[in-house]
């Protein structure tokens, strides 16, 4: 058997250190291949879609697992009806690797949440080359409390990465090592449900 994960390419440090683990431990006997759709696809529902329909269009495999959270496009249901799809409950990434302490962590704070993934892509997100108005930027983070750096251990990301994210959002940072356990077994129990 075939599977694939169409994935989001936020997920690619978690994802590869996960599937590899998987391999390695014989949990499934099955083919698992993964393609990543550019991250910065998320900025702009229509390239969102676009890119999502036209991979799987291309996708050659007896199962297809589309790593998003349910509400990453607004429209999941309506263009993807009748496709053969696994597919996620959780509503984002955060969701997928956090699990219940996400609803911890926002009775507490409003949070802005940036993971590995994030981290490495966050000027294409934030679109920091072009939006250089200060103001307006700290602005647009001034209903959450804080910038929480969700630590998988899936990649090295510097300090000073997180301290430039958070001096260009105006939120105060936090680190929360959680490591991979929430977000494995949520991959592994979609292989499951798609062998």
């Not at 697992?65 to 955060?94: A, V």
């Not at 949070?111 to 000027?123: D, K, L, Q, R, S």
């Not at 994210?165 to 490591?179: M, Q």
């Amino acid at each position: 058997m075939k599977i694939c994960f169409l994935s989001c390419g936020i997920y690619q440090p978690e994802l590869d250190l996960v599937l590899a683990q998987i391999t390695k431990e014989e949990l499934f006997d099955c083919e698992i291949t993964v393609i990543y759709l550019p991250a910065r696809l998320h900025v702009d529902f229509n390239s969102l879609k676009e890119g999502i329909l036209k991979a799987l269009d291309n996708i050659v495999a007896d199962r297809i697992i589309l790593l998003y959270g349910s509400k990453c496009h607004p429209e999941f249901q309506e263009f993807l009806q009748g496709r053969q799809l696994i597919r996620f409950e959780q509503s984002n990434c955060i969701e997928l690797m956090l699990g219940e302490r996400m609803g911890e962590i926002d009775r507490i704070a409003k949070t802005i949440y940036v993971t590995p993934g994030w981290a490495i892509y966050w000027e294409e997100f934030f679109n920091r080359k072009s939006n250089s108005n200060e103001n307006a930027i700290k602005q647009s983070f001034s209903f959450f409390n804080q910038l929480l750096f969700v630590d998988t251990g899936a990649c090295e990301v510097s300090k000073e990465k997180i301290r430039e994210i958070s001096k260009y959002t105006g939120l105060a940072n936090k680190t929360e090592k959680i490591g991979l356990e929430v977000f494995k077994n949520n991959i592994i129990a979609a292989i499951r449900q798609a062998v």
